[in-house]
Antibody, heavy 123, light 107 residues
Framework: EVQLLESGGGLVQPGGSLRLSCAVS????????MSWVRQAPGKGLEWVSG????????YYADSVKGRFTISRDNSKSTLYVQMNSLRVEDTAVYYC????????????????WGRGTLVTVSS | EILMTQSPATLSVSPGERATLSCRAS??????LAWYQQKPGQAPRLLIY???TRATGIPARFSGSGSGTEFTLTISSLQSEDFAIYYC?????????FGGGTKVEIK
């Protein structure tokens, strides 16, 4: 079964750090670009970050650039995001999402989503 | 950054009726537009990509159209399981951006 499973969410104080993980199964992580998308409570979807299949290219929303770092360990079939200098406005459910495969380049829409992990930034 | 604007914010429809949802981009995104459905407490699900291609397993009552800056998602005959929030997303330019969503509710 193709599946994404996020973990690592929790309560953290402003200025703190957290690392989220996304374990994938049912497909080969190395052949797929991946992304993180978040959703603040009661709000819409916000793309956060993306990474190419090889890990050589990374992309970030301006709202997290310089604070978040996306990475992947294809040998462990796991995607990560390291979140530093967290702010109250980073409070959200964070979804791991698989980017659609393309023969030449990926198509950056999301054909598979995890169930999400909640990050709460509060003092 | 490309701004994606969805309208209306809320659409009240009776079961069996047709629903038409709109998504407008602040500049052309060609046909690089996807639609997602999200139900309460669940992750989003891909419905449409390439503006008009249904994703695997999506019923034929869902259809997408448009290109450039104007896009439409049509649900031809609403079923009970279709009441949800729908989001559009452009993938033509960085950063990737979503619309604010349209909530389809029971009339």
């Amino acid at each position: 079964e193709v599946q994404l499973l996020e973990s690592g969410g929790g309560l953290v104080q402003p200025g703190g750090s957290l690392r989220l993980s996304c374990a994938v199964s049912g497909f080969t992580l190395s052949t797929n670009a991946m992304s993180w998308v978040r959703q603040a409570p009661g709000k819409g979807l916000e793309w956060v970050s993306g990474i190419s299949g090889s890990g050589g290219y990374t992309y970030y929303a301006d709202s997290v650039k310089g604070r978040f770092t996306i990475s992947r360990d294809n040998s462990k079939s796991t995607l990560y995001v390291q979140m530093n200098s967290l702010r109250v406005e980073d409070t959200a459910v964070y979804y791991c999402a698989k980017v659609s495969f393309g023969v030449v380049n990926p198509y950056w829409y999301f054909d598979l989503w995890g169930r999400g992990t909640l990050v709460t930034v509060s003092s | 950054e490309i701004l994606m604007t969805q309208s209306p914010a809320t659409l009240s429809v009776s079961p069996g009726e047709r629903a038409t949802l709109s998504c407008r981009a602040s500049q052309s995104v060609s046909s690089n537009l996807a639609w997602y459905q999200q139900k309460p407490g669940q992750a989003p699900r891909l419905l449409i990509y390439g503006a008009s291609t249904r994703a695997t397993g999506i019923p034929a009552r869902f259809s997408g159209s448009g290109s450039g800056t104007e896009f439409t998602l049509t649900i031809s005959s609403l079923q009970s399981e279709d009441f949800a929030i729908y989001y559009c997303q452009q993938y033509n330019n960085w950063p990737l951006t979503f619309g604010g969503g349209t909530k389809v509710e029971i009339k």
